[in-house]
């Protein structure tokens, strides 16, 4: 399984990014799938996942501003971010894998790179 993710860049403060994560072939049928951010200093944090078994969760923080969703088709996963603040600002990391507790990262067996997102005030 390999795993790409894209689209991060500087934003202003109640902007939009759209990350992409390119999925090698049937990765996205086959796994639960997530976005993680981590923060300079700070711990691997859940943002959102997507399952056949579970659906779809988000971490509170971004309720309502974040959407995860996927294109089988393209083998991609995305993460529309609207309405950014500064907390916002990470790296986020696109994740496959976990079976259970999908909000949790040593979880997961597959990430991709990550792509840094900042957000400016």
């Known amino acids: 399984v390999q795993l790409q993710a894209s689209g991060g860049g500087l934003v202003q403060a109640g902007g939009s990014l759209r990350l992409s994560c390119a999925a090698s072939a049937r990765t996205l049928s086959t796994y639960a799938m997530a976005w993680f951010r981590q923060a300079p200093g700070k711990e691997r944090e859940f943002v959102a996942s997507?399952?056949?078994?579970?659906?779809?969760l988000y971490a509170d923080s971004v309720k309502g501003r974040f959407t995860i969703s996927r294109d089988n088709a393209k083998n991609t996963m995305y993460l529309q971010m609207n309405s950014l603040k500064p907390d916002d600002t990470a790296v986020y990391f696109c994740?496959?894998?976990?079976?259970?507790?999908?909000?949790?990262?040593?979880?997961?067996?597959?990430w991709g790179q990550g792509t840094l997102v900042t957000v400016s005030s």
């Open positions: 997507i399952s056949w078994s579970i659906g779809i």
């Open positions: 994740a496959a894998g976990a079976s259970l507790s999908v909000q949790v990262a040593r979880n997961y067996n597959y």
